[in-house]
């Protein structure tokens, strides 16, 4: 009987014919990072679920966190490979209110959500653009540039709307406020699904297609990616685009949620936000990162508020134990890596 | 006569005040070693990196490949033509695995920008095995930052002949290697000439160049100094030369070993 794949072919190296456990020994290697995180989430969650079993055991408290963990998870994400290629954004907080004041002056004057829903991606995508231009083609710091771009479209946000909210009760009831927030099957909160997308749509963009092999040599040895021929500004522009695209999406999800725009929003999510991408894994030298490290990372922020108060600490405990967390699980992930690699 | 493989002709390059290269001529011909010595600052880099598209000469400087003039030369454009640059680890990405770096700016993916992943793992595992003579303990997924200098430039290198180039420019390949690494890196530029290629030898260190080039041209401060076959000079002769043109103008040394 003829079976080819037991055949052994004389010119393959030896290590692919190691036993099982090199094997495993490799994949723990190469994947060190993601395996890592997930052992933090899993510690976490048997900590809660032992701490305060009668939350943690019932489906309510995840049905919350899958409500709010998506407002900056979907931004944790594109902001993963920002950080991947080397560079940062910190305006996104006032992207998502000037998608937002867009979203509202359309919806006011036109009446359309879909035109409203536009408006707010143009909005979005433009303020990401305008990042990309300073940073990749006048080559100013992206964390520079993002501070005062942050500042710009706050202010472009307060002076259009004059600090005043808009209330978005008529979009209730509308297929267009299901699709982004609905509860779905009365279950899952819509912008769950969303952020699954997106973290799917991330992760085949990172690792499957070829901007993202571009992604990871840009941050990793800009010079050579140079000298390779990967046009680096383009690269660049497309990720701060992305990001503002992403913004842009996330400040509609809260304001949706809450049915109201307040001209404040964002507030409170940057150092949620950055916190995930790193504690996720992605080293802030650029180069290396995970879409899954940053995904888990989030509902690890996500849960931390919710947990410490069920188990029977007060709210004052949440910053410290956060800052714990984070340090401590990103120095491990450092020493591992170095010890592996 | 055959036309050259490549021409550069009046070409000069000014970063601001200073002038990198003052109208140098320069050529390569087919199946030709050249080697290219110069001090620091002497426009050697200057010049491969006008050869390759990464910088543009100044107004007036031309450059032929396989006798056709090539306007707007970009790094793409050149790699797509068959010039290809080996730049010592420079142009390595570290903490990336093997196939990756071999890969490196010219994926293998669908139209649509859809990488094929496995094919590129395979081939990285073929070149491995004809071509580099890795031992079993480097995969395709070895990350490039664990593997010796010897290892870093042979992917270099071999990176350049996978991709079929005519033209390979070498940056002071021997820049940091062991004295059986530089045995090992001088193969494989020798193996480029019996493939029928055509290569450029950058290096401070005439003796590595001497034994496997054609022809030596020397830069000194953007110009051309001196051009010699190697059949008419010998070793002691080169190093002779190399110094008066150092001392001619300039009271630097010249780092001959």
């Known amino acids: ?341 | 006569m055959s036309v050259n493989l490549l021409e550069v002709s009046h070409v000069s390059k000014s970063f601001g005040e200073v002038k990198a290269l003052r109208g140098v001529n320069f050529y390569v011909q087919q199946n030709e070693c050249v080697g290219l010595l110069g001090d620091n600052g002497a426009g050697k880099s200057t010049l491969i990196k006008i050869i390759t598209g990464y910088h543009r000469p100044d107004p007036g400087g031309r450059i032929f490949f396989q006798g056709q003039p090539i306007e707007h030369l970009t790094v793409a454009r050149a790699r797509q033509m068959g010039i290809e640059a080996v730049y010592q680890e420079k142009a390595l990405a570290d903490q990336q695995a093997l196939w990756r770096n071999v890969f490196m700016g010219r994926e293998i993916a669908t139209r649509l920008g859809v990488l094929d992943i496995r094919r590129m793992r395979e081939e990285t595992r073929r070149l491995m095995v004809e071509r580099m003579g890795f031992t079993s303990a480097i995969t395709p997924e070895t990350m490039v930052r664990t593997m010796s200098g010897g290892e870093r430039q042979g992917v270099a290198i071999v990176r350049a002949l996978y991709f079929q180039a005519e033209l390979i420019i070498l940056d002071e390949p021997t820049m940091g290697l062991s004295v059986s690494e530089t045995q090992k890196a001088l193969d494989f530029i020798r193996g480029i000439k019996t493939a029928g290629k055509s290569c450029i030898f950058i290096d401070h260190n005439v003796f590595h160049v001497y034994p496997v080039v054609d022809r030596i041209v020397i830069l000194d401060r953007g110009r051309v100094a001196g051009e010699f076959l190697r059949d008419r000079v010998t070793l002691d002769g080169l190093t002779q030369k190399l110094r008066l043109i150092a001392q001619r103008g300039s009271l630097n040394d010249f780092p001959v070993a």
Request: glycine share 12%; with cysteine.
């Open chain 1, 1 to 341: 009987m003829n079976r080819p794949s037991s055949r052994v072919d004389a010119g393959e190296p030896a290590a692919i014919n190691a036993p099982a456990g090199a094997g495993l020994a490799r994949f723990g290697r190469q994947h060190a990072l993601q395996i890592g995180i997930l052992a933090v989430a899993l510690v976490i969650w048997i900590v809660f679920v032992i701490g305060a079993p009668s939350t943690f055991l019932s489906y309510d408290i995840y049905q919350a966190f899958m409500s709010t963990t998506p407002f900056f998870a979907v931004m944790a994400l594109p902001l993963t490979l920002l950080v991947i290629a080397g560079e940062i954004d910190l305006s996104f907080p006032s992207v998502m209110a000037f998608g937002m004041t867009a979203f509202s002056f359309t919806l006011v004057y036109r009446g359309s959500l879909l035109l409203a829903f536009l408006a707010a991606e143009v909005a979005g995508g433009l303020a990401g653009l305008v990042n990309g231009v300073i940073v990749a083609r006048w080559g100013i710091p992206s964390l520079v540039a993002t501070i005062g771009t942050q500042f710009f479209w706050r202010g472009v946000v307060l002076v259009t709307t004059g600090g005043n909210g808009v209330s978005l009760l008529p979009t209730r009831e509308t297929l267009f406020y299901t699709t982004m927030v609905g509860r779905v099957l009365g279950l899952i909160p819509a912008q769950m699904l969303w952020t699954i997308f997106m973290a799917v749509f991330m992760s085949l963009l990172l690792n499957r297609h070829r901007f993202g092999a571009h992604v990871y040599l840009v941050g990793d040895n800009i010079e050579s990616a140079r000298l390779m021929g990967v046009n680096v500004p383009q690269r660049k522009m497309l990720l701060f685009v992305i990001m503002g695209l992403a913004a842009a999406f996330a400040g509609l999800l809260v304001s949706l949620e809450v049915t109201y725009f307040w001209p404040t929003l964002g507030d409170g999510y940057l150092l949620t936000t950055i916190a995930s991408v790193f504690l996720g894994g992605t080293s802030v030298f650029g180069g290396t990162g995970s879409t899954l490290g940053t995904f888990v990372a989030c509902f690890i922020i996500g849960a931390i508020n919710a947990g410490i108060v069920a188990i029977g600490l007060t709210g004052f405990w949440t910053q410290l134990i956060y800052g714990l967390i984070i340090v401590v699980s990103v120095t491990l992930q450092t020493v591992l890596s170095k010890k592996l690699t």
